[in-house]
């Protein structure tokens, strides 16, 4: 469990911000689409850690990820 515990820490953060209400469960689902964040999502969930690599798409999901914080993004 301790070897998992930051992995868990973000997931629990990521379900408060993101389930909080509908528009922002629908920005998340939409975000969700992405073939980069479903492929880091698939290696880290895998791989029981969170993937580090590829910097280039965490970049890509980092802009996106404001776009919908910031109500730019369509959901």
């Not at 479903?38 to 990820?65: C, G, W």
Request: glycine share 4%; charged share 35%.
């Amino acid at each position: 469990m301790k070897e998992h515990r930051l992995t868990f820490i973000v997931l629990g953060i990521m379900q408060r911000f993101w389930y909080i209400n509908d528009k922002r469960r629908e920005s998340f689902v939409k975000m969700c689409e992405d073939k980069d964040v479903q492929r880091l999502t698939f290696e880290s969930y895998m791989n029981k850690k969170l993937v580090r690599k590829k910097p280039l798409a965490h970049i890509k999901i980092f802009f996106k990820d404001m776009g919908h914080l910031l109500g730019i993004a369509k959901a």
